[in-house]
């Protein structure tokens, strides 16, 4: 059976976490690598080792790697990437520092804006301008082009972005500018921001041109390392890289595009938390991914999860499709401190991977959210990681005692649970807050937990919500390669035409044009790079507006609708959508598209999960005393091996897997389904 035996892998901060789904054996086996931030591809390759010899298998039985990363993250975050430069329409070569032209801080204009990532010495203006019409107000000669190469090879340049004002409808001029450029800059990676992504804004068009070519050469140096050595191991099948819209791609295409990948993680947890949400029944979910840095936040709604076009890189905004997730400074690793008033403090600073938390006994000395877990009684110092990794409970207590002497708290165990409450709260804040921007009710909602330290903190997080269940899937701590693995292949194109539906003449003519050019470019990817993937499913989007506002809604256009264009039937569209998220509609306001987008998909693998056997009650492994709220109370500990499916747990309990630990405190009750997957219920 073609994909039976599949790899994800998810390259973190702490560690890097592997997944093997074998759908012939129904197996489905895990490793956590201790990531090697200095050389990535040696935690990858080493992982991927020990993670076929734990299945018994070779590198050539394995279909299929899914890889995803958040390194091009990191490096733009981290501001590491290549020297690159800016080739921009004459006039506008302010374009990088004026931005949107917002202040970094609101209450004060005393805040320094962020140096752009080009700076103003490395943008080179040129004679080249189109009207929006096609019609050419300026075009370069040749000595303009020669001046511009001559400029990008004396400032050292490793990559340049070309931005030709309107040449997101009309993209030969600033097509041709590129190749002639790289013509003559053979060393150098030009990109056309047309050819890239043709969406209409010029500042947002020339910042993912530049954010794509700021990361290429990391990023092409890192997945043509990572091809070659999976190839040497004797790798069988192929290589896909996970992108921010919850597919993937095939490494040729994330070579070209690493800009598509920069979302990856999040986004694969996102896209198999709403696969297994369905699987058991349940439509409305809030995903939570608490690692050790951050916690990262997602809605998925009736069984799909939400999508945005554009999302936010630091201070950048970045206009590529992806899965909605938004992300606060709350993890495992969060550092807790006092500020100069004497208040607790919990993050966004991380101990990372490297000394990481103080009860690692790696040379840190901050306590962390794990070392609160740890002296509370919540985690076993001698089953962390299965048993592979021992942590020092005595440690993490002597790092909160210090804390609290800063504080005015007496006891590790009264700071420990101080900070607790605060990320909690921190959290539960940020939930509520997108809850009510979107207008959904949290009572509809059931929260799915997942990275290594969600499981944890999912019953606090919920009862701070009133949520009243909780899904928590096999092996959380691993979940995003999970959902490497449940990936499908996927890739998404955009045109911006505009056009005023039910006024203009033509404007289901631009509309049918625009559909026909991204259909087009969908088949020449498909037909390249993954012909042997099977059919591809199209889904057609708009976005529209009323005139004159400021709220552009994305609309999902029904494939009989696409097909017809008919503009009445899409102002309706926009009119239903409106109406739903603001109470009204403006039938007698014309409705216009601004740009149209396609996203190509093929099937989802079909993967057979292990199911539990046997139906007997579970027997403890041993009992621990725990804090909740203030008590010391016993709690039974349970291991997730030993869970039939079936089984019921009343709280207080803790069931302790090899990758996290999952706790039901008083007044909650766990039981396991037929695939290992734990479902939380408060009692009313």
């Known amino acids: 059976m073609r994909d039976s035996c599949r790899v994800g892998i998810d390259v973190g901060g702490t560690f890097t976490d592997f997944v093997l789904v074998d759908s012939n054996g129904g197996r489905l086996v895990t490793w956590k690598e201790p990531s090697t931030p200095a050389d990535p ?5 080493d992982g991927f080792g020990h993670l076929l010899e734990r299945a018994g298998l070779a590198a050539v039985d394995v279909d299929v790697v899914v890889h995803g990363t958040t390194l091009a993250l990191n490096a733009i975050l981290q501001e590491r990437g290549a020297r690159i430069g800016l080739e921009v329409s004459r ?24 140096q752009p990532l080009v700076p103003r010495r490395h943008v080179y203006e040129v004679p080249a301008r189109l009207r929006v019409d096609g019609s050419v107000m300026e075009a370069p000669s040749d000595a303009d082009i020669e001046r ?35 013509a003559r800059l053979p060393d150098v990676l030009v990109t056309a921001s047309a050819e890239l992504w043709p969406e209409v804004r010029e500042f947002e068009r020339a910042l993912v041109a530049v954010l794509n070519g700021y990361i290429h050469p990391m990023m092409d140096a890192y997945y043509g390392a990572l091809d070659q050595h999976l190839t040497a191991m004797g790798l069988g099948g192929r290589l896909e890289i996970a992108t921010s819209n919850g ?22 947890g996102v896209s198999a938390g709403t696969r297994l949400a369905a699987e058991a029944g349940v439509t ?35 206009i590529i499709p992806a899965i909605s997730v938004w992300t606060i400074g709350a993890g495992g690793g969060s550092v807790l401190w006092a500020d100069p008033q004497g208040l607790l403090k919990v993050g966004p600073r991380s101990a990372g991977a490297d000394p990481g938390p103080t009860c690692y006994g790696r040379g840190g000395t901050e306590p962390t959210i ?52 605060i990320a909690t709260a921190k959290m539960s804040t940020e939930i509520t807050k997108g809850m009510a921007q979107r207008g959904y009710d949290l009572a509809e909602f059931t929260l799915l937990p997942y990275g290594g330290a969600g499981p944890t903190q999912a019953a606090l997080l919920a009862e701070e919500t009133r949520l009243d269940k909780i ?72 976005d529209m507006q ?139």
Not at 41 to 45: D, E, G, L, P, Q
Request: aromatic share 6%; proline share 7%.
């Open 471 to 542: 899904l928590i899937p096999p092996s959380p701590g691993t979940f995003c390669a999970f959902g490497a693995v449940t990936g499908q292949l996927k890739r998404d194109f955009a045109r911006s035409r505009r056009a005023t539906l039910t006024v203009d003449a033509d404007a289901g003519t631009v509309f049918a044009e625009a559909l026909s050019s991204l259909e087009a470019e969908a088949r020449a990817w498909t037909d390249v790079e993954v012909k042997d993937a099977g059919e591809a499913t199209h889904t057609v989007l708009a």
């Open 148 to 182: 511009i190469a001559a400029s990008a090879q004396a400032d050292g340049l490793e990559a340049l972005a070309v931005l030709v004002i309107n040449s997101y409808a009309h993209p030969e001029m600033e097509v041709r500018l590129a190749r002639a450029l790289a």
């Open 91 to 114: 006039g506008f070569g302010d374009l990088m520092v004026i931005g949107r032209g917002g202040l970094p801080n609101s209450f004060s204009y005393k805040d320094p804006k962020r």
């Open 41 to 45: 591809v040696r935690s990858v390759i």
């Open 247 to 268: 597919g993937t791609v095939g490494v040729a295409t994330a070579r070209r595009r690493p800009i598509d990948t920069l979302l990856s993680g999040p986004a694969a």
């Open 370 to 421: 794990t070392d609160c877990y740890l002296v509370l009684g919540y985690i076993d110092p001698a089953r962390f990681l299965g048993g592979r990794m021992t942590l020092d409970r005595e440690a993490a207590a002597a790092a909160l005692s210090r804390l609290g002497e800063k504080i005015g708290i007496a006891g590790a165990e009264e700071v420990a649970e101080a900070a607790i409450r």
């Open 546 to 684: 009323y005139p004159k506002t400021a709220v552009e809604l994305t609309i999902a256009i029904p494939p009989a609708t696409a097909k017809r264009g008919d503009p009445s039937e899409l102002a309706e569209l926009f009119h239903i959508e409106h109406e739903r998220l603001y109470g009204f509609r403006d039938q007698a306001s014309p409705v216009y598209f601004t740009t149209v987008r396609l996203t190509v998909s093929m099937a989802a693998p079909a993967l057979r999960l292990p199911e539990r056997t046997g139906n007997g009650p579970a027997a403890p492994v041993g009992h621990r005393p725990m804090i909740w709220r203030g008590e010391r109370i016993e709690a039974e500990v349970f291991t997730a091996d030993s869970l039939a499916a079936g089984a019921e747990l009343p709280g207080p309990a803790i069931v302790e897997m090899t990758d996290s630990t999952v706790l039901a405190p008083p007044g909650w009750t766990l039981a396991c389904d037929s695939i290992g997957s734990m479902h939380l219920t408060r009692k009313a």
């Open 284 to 318: 409305h979910v809030i995903s939570v991914d608490m690692g050790g840095t951050s916690s990262d936040m997602s809605i998925t709604r009736n069984g799909e999860p939400e999508f945005t076009t554009e999302t936010r890189i630091g201070t950048y905004p970045v």
